[in-house]
C-alpha cells in the first residue's frame, strides 16, 4: 500500500507541476484517487496486481454505496489518469483501467436562455446609476465572450484591447486565450471604464470591474447581481453566472459557427465538451419544428 501512495504522490506532483492544474482539480484527483487506494487496501495487493477487475470491483462498490454515475465516471476518469502516467512513466508495465468501460450516463443538458430572454436580462440594469452601467458592463461581457464567472472576476486591464475588440483571459489550467468581445459589450465597457471605474477604483488596482466600496468583485457577489436582474426581467428558469456561459454558446451554434471555432472561445481543452451544445441546438429545431410547422 505504501508502494501505491507513493506513485499516487508523483502522479499529483505531476498534475500540479507540469500539467499545472487548479488546486480544486488536484483535490478532486486526490480525492477519487484515495477512495481507490482504500479498496486496494482492502484487498492486500500491490501496484503491480492491480487489474481491470479490481477497478471494476471499486466502480461496483461505488454504485452500491449511491454513488451517482456522473461521479462513478469522474472516479474512472482519475484512475485513467493515474495509470496512464504511471505507465508511460515506466513505473508500471500495464494501464489495468484501459478495458473498463465507463458507467452509462445520461448527460443532462444545460439550461440556456433564449435571446429574447438574453435581451430583458441584459436591458434590466438601470443605466442612469453607476451600480447599473457596471452591472450591464459584466452581464454584457460575459455573454459577449461566454467567460466562465472567475474569468469574469479576474480580469485585469491589461487584458482588454478595446481598439482591436477583443480580450484575454486565462482560464482552466493557467491556459491563456483571446475571445472577441462585439460592439455592444465593447461600447459598455468603454463607458463603465470612463465613468464609473475611476471613482471606484483605488490607485494602482487592475482589476476591471470593482464595487463602490472600492474592492474586486467577487463571484459570489456577481451571482447576486444575475440573480437580482432575473428577477427584474421575469425570467422563471433557474439562472446563475455559467448560464450566460451556455447560452453564449448555444446561440453561436444556432448562428452557424463551427463547434471548433466555439470550443476555442470557450476555452474547452476536449471537442467532447463543446459538443453538448450541439445537442442544446437540435432540441431548439425539434421545438421550432413542433411550433411552427402545421403538422409539428
Not at 496486481?49 to 465516471?73: C, N, Y
Not at 452591472?135 to 459577449?144: C, Q, R, S
Request: glycine share 6%.
Amino acid at each position: 500500500m505504501s508502494d501505491l501512495c507513493a506513485l499516487i504522490d508523483a502522479f499529483l506532483d505531476h498534475l500540479k507541476a507540469e500539467r499545472a492544474l487548479s488546486p480544486r482539480t488536484v483535490a478532486a484527483y486526490a480525492s477519487d484517487i484515495a477512495a481507490f487506494a482504500e479498496h486496494v487496501e482492502g484487498s492486500g495487493l500491490g501496484p503491480a496486481e492491480i487489474t481491470s477487475a479490481v477497478v471494476s470491483e471499486h466502480l461496483v462498490g461505488l454504485s452500491r454505496r449511491g454513488i451517482s454515475r456522473r461521479s462513478q465516471a469522474r472516479a474512472l476518469s482519475a484512475l485513467r489518469g493515474l495509470f496512464r502516467y504511471l505507465r508511460d512513466s515506466k513505473l508500471l508495465d500495464a494501464d489495468p483501467s484501459a478495458d473498463v468501460d465507463a458507467p452509462n450516463q445520461l448527460r443532462s443538458l444545460p439550461v440556456v436562455l433564449n435571446p429574447e430572454e438574453i435581451a430583458r436580462l441584459l436591458d434590466a440594469p438601470d443605466l442612469s446609476t453607476a451600480r447599473g452601467l457596471r452591472d450591464a458592463t459584466m452581464l454584457h461581457t460575459m455573454y459577449a465572450a461566454g467567460l466562465r464567472v472567475s474569468e469574469l472576476v479576474s480580469l485585469r486591464l491589461p487584458d482588454l484591447d478595446l481598439e482591436a475588440g477583443f480580450l484575454a483571459v486565462t482560464g482552466k489550467g493557467e491556459k491563456r486565450r483571446v475571445v472577441p468581445l462585439g460592439e455592444w459589450a465593447i461600447a459598455f465597457l468603454r463607458r463603465y471604464l470612463e465613468h464609473v471605474r475611476p471613482h471606484w477604483a483605488n490607485a494602482g488596482e487592475t482589476a476591471v470591474f470593482v464595487t463602490h466600496w472600492r474592492r474586486p468583485m467577487t463571484r459570489q457577489g456577481f451571482w447576486l447581481i444575475v440573480k437580482r436582474y432575473a428577477r427584474v426581467a421575469g425570467i422563471s428558469k433557474p439562472l446563475s453566472p455559467h448560464k450566460l456561459r451556455h447560452s453564449f454558446a448555444s446561440h453561436l451554434l444556432d448562428g452557424g459557427a463551427d463547434l471548433r471555432s466555439v470550443q476555442a472561445m470557450l476555452g474547452h481543452v476536449d471537442i467532447s465538451t463543446t459538443q453538448i451544445y450541439t445537442h442544446v441546438s437540435a432540441a431548439r429545431i425539434s421545438e421550432v419544428h413542433r411550433e411552427k410547422h402545421p403538422r409539428g
